[in-house]
């Protein structure tokens, strides 16, 4: 007969044994459980915790933790492009900081125009600060605030829900202002190109678009509106900023000048003519600027002319103004001295020595 098993242990353990018939009449074969002990089947009884460090079935708080921690480790490795990013651009603008000040030439400039063009211009300053300095102040923040998320440490009580749309702020703040100014560097600084200045507008694009991917979409429809008005803000003020601001004239390298000699249709007066031989025998040298001296006056002179071909795109310099590192017109050459700049003829005498007298002098002898 089947006997009853005590279950307070919560296992069960069965034995199966065959009995003979007791007789040679057949009789149908028939099974007994038996006490003989076979390996326990474990069977859970309760929905207590299990004790004694034993192992329970996955649950569902198990998989969410395990959700989480994914969703923890993709939002570390977004924070850590984030750093990594601003990071390159804060040394892109302290280099462009740098350039600004010392009025230096970029390492490697490319296109028509250098970044020194487009530093130097009006453009690079936004209600008297110069550009870069606002660039690398808010590569700064970006990075500050994105290392600061990426560890859950926000200063000041700031949630870090908060802290994510503070920063899709600044990111659209930034592109923003990176897209009117690649406008105005095709429209009011053409011809110009800055390396640096496009590497920068590429990076505040990376992280506008890095913003957008963190926040998600249903909650960008929340502030869509506030992001549109802060970029409208942007462009309001720098648009203000620009309203005196000049436009970069056509480079020197397009223009295409002939070779003319101008015609000196006034005569000179006698404190001319005896001037421009002083000046002819101390050896002075003239680059342009005749006309004052008069018609006469100027035969007496040591003029050079440091295009006699005319200019246009690949033309040198004559070798004599090079040597002499003649940068502008008109140029005097007194003394081994180069002046730039009009000069009168008071000035002229003043300067090499002429007297009234000697230009008396000089009257008489002719």
């Not at 708080?61 to 750093?83: A, G, I, L, P």
């Not at 005569?267 to 025998?281: E, G, R, V």
């Amino acid at each position: 007969m089947a006997r009853f098993v005590s279950v307070s242990s919560c296992q069960f353990h069965f034995g199966f044994r065959e009995v003979s018939p007791p007789s040679v009449t057949s009789y149908p074969r028939r099974f007994e459980v038996s006490d003989r002990r076979f390996p326990a089947i474990p069977i859970k009884c309760s929905s207590s915790e299990p004790e004694n460090g034993e192992d329970s079935a996955p649950s569902l708080s198990s998989s969410s933790s395990s959700s989480t921690s994914e969703v923890s480790t993709s939002n570390s490795s977004t924070y850590n492009w984030y750093t990594g990013i601003g990071g390159i651009g804060m040394l892109d603008t302290a280099y462009l900081t740098y350039l600004k000040v010392t009025g230096s030439d970029a390492f490697c400039p490319i296109g028509g125009g250098t970044c020194g063009d487009v530093l130097n211009s009006d453009y690079a300053v936004v209600f008297g600060v110069p550009l870069p300095v606002i660039g690398f102040v808010m590569y700064g923040v970006v990075t500050a605030l994105s290392a600061e998320l990426g560890e859950g440490n926000l200063p000041f009580g700031i949630s870090k829900s908060n802290g994510r749309f503070a920063l899709f702020g600044i990111t659209t703040a930034m592109a923003s202002a990176s897209a009117y100014f690649l406008y105005i560097l095709s429209t009011k600084l053409s011809g110009s190109s800055c390396l640096y200045c496009l590497v920068s507008a590429f990076l505040s694009f990376s992280l506008f678009f890095l913003s957008v991917k963190d926040v998600k979409l249903q909650e960008i429809q929340q502030v869509v509106g506030l992001q549109i008005c802060l970029a409208i803000i942007v462009v309001a003020s720098l648009t203000a900023s620009y309203s005196t601001a000049q436009p970069i004239p056509s480079r020197s390298g397009d223009i295409e000048l002939p070779y003319f000699r101008t015609e000196i249709s006034s005569s000179s007066s006698p404190y001319a003519i005896a001037l421009a031989k002083h000046l002819n025998s101390i050896g002075a040298k003239i680059s342009i600027h005749l006309q004052m001296f008069g018609r006469e006056a100027a035969k007496e002179l040591n003029y050079v002319e440091c295009f006699p071909d005319g200019y246009k795109k690949g033309t040198k310099i004559l070798k004599a103004c090079a040597d002499a590192a003649i940068e502008g017109f008109p140029t005097w050459i007194i003394n081994d001295k180069v002046l730039s700049g009009e000069i009168e003829l008071a000035e002229l005498a003043e300067m090499t020595g002429f007297s009234l007298d000697q230009a008396n002098e000089t009257n008489q002898l002719q």
